[in-house]
């Protein structure tokens, strides 16, 4: 059957309404319950890496974009300076091993002086004292009894001596207030010989995480390395999680624990399940370098956005960089 033309216009007039009120409820009712923002990004650790000692970059071993694992060499300084510095700590080393094993020796041969010492008074003590019988009985004459009162206080004087050469030897290997009850000289020499070594072995820079190798400009051979100057960052690709700014007006709907729904402009035909792992402590502009300053008569209100911190719990079926744009659906429940 043939509609006339006003009857077509009056059904058009009258269709057009509904599909546009049912595409309406539909969009209504398919978002009930949840609140999406399009303000979302994926975000992945970025570790910076720097050399713990200074020198000239002699190797490097990796190249921009390229996949490294935990421990893979990076880049490697001139270990030359690191090299002697590690001989002349195990020259120190020696040379007070061999000072702590004289002090040792002095020491032992000082208690031999003493019992000498201790056996010369004792004999002279019992020649001192025969004298003073002696001269009692006028038998002896003053001159000997002298003699041997001299002889007495010589001997007397080499025990003190001998004594005091023991109390300093005793003194020079003497820990001090040294926790491990070592000899100080060679704690600190065995302390040097570990820093020199420890220094060398830093002078090849390796990866601590899995990752991308980026911005890599500062690593060239030649070039002198500053120590804690970054030269390298790694981006963690084995860690990712998307940072969703969410309307301040969004957030009483929002709980730890929610589901959520991510889909990527890049991979349009790939979505992400994932759920609310936490919600930041302040907005956006909280942490910016310049915060917003507000204290003017020509303030416009603004609505802030809360960063909130979603995990993805679903295994991407392709790769995630860094800094992807995400759109992102939280399922509220209400």
Do not use: C
């Amino acid at each position: 059957m043939i509609l006339s033309p006003p009857i077509r216009r009056l059904a058009l007039m009258l269709v057009v309404p509904i599909l546009l009120f049912s595409a309406a409820s539909a969009y209504y009712y398919a978002n009930l319950g949840v609140t999406s923002t399009d303000n979302a990004y994926i975000r992945q650790d970025k570790i910076s890496i720097s050399a713990e000692v200074g020198g000239i970059i002699v190797d490097v071993a990796v190249r921009e974009n390229q996949r490294v694992e935990a421990g893979d060499l990076l880049f490697r300084i001139d270990p030359k300076p690191f090299e002697l510095a590690v001989l002349e700590a195990k020259a120190a080393m020696a040379s007070a091993v061999a000072r702590y094993e004289q002090l040792q020796t002095s020491y032992s041969i000082s208690h031999i002086d003493i019992e000498s010492a201790q056996e010369e008074v004792a004999y002279f003590e019992r020649e001192y004292q025969r004298q003073r019988d002696l001269d009692k009985t006028s038998v002896t004459s003053q001159s000997a009894l002298r003699a041997a009162e001299h002889a007495l206080f010589q001997a007397r004087s080499r025990l003190a001596s001998a004594k005091a050469d023991a109390e300093e030897a005793r003194v020079a290997l003497s820990s001090g207030n040294s926790d491990s009850g070592e000899y100080p000289a060679l704690q600190s020499a065995k302390v040097q010989l570990e820093k020199a070594q420890l220094n060398l072995s830093r002078t090849e820079v390796r990866s601590p995480v899995s990752g991308i190798i980026s911005q890599m400009d500062r690593l060239q051979i030649g070039q002198l390395m500053m120590q804690s100057l970054p030269s390298v960052s790694i981006v963690n690709t084995d860690h990712s999680w998307v940072e969703a700014n969410f309307k301040e007006t969004d957030l009483n709907q929002l709980r730890v624990g929610q589901a959520a729904i991510m889909e990527l402009d890049t991979y349009p035909d790939m979505k992400l399940r994932g759920k609310i792992e936490s919600i930041g402590a302040g907005t956006g502009s909280e942490f910016s370098i310049l915060p917003a300053q507000n204290a003017n008569g020509n303030w416009v209100k603004v609505t802030q956005r809360v960063p909130v911190r979603i995990s993805i719990e679903s295994k991407p079926a392709r790769p995630l960089i860094a800094g992807l744009s995400v759109d992102v659906r939280i399922s509220t429940g209400d």
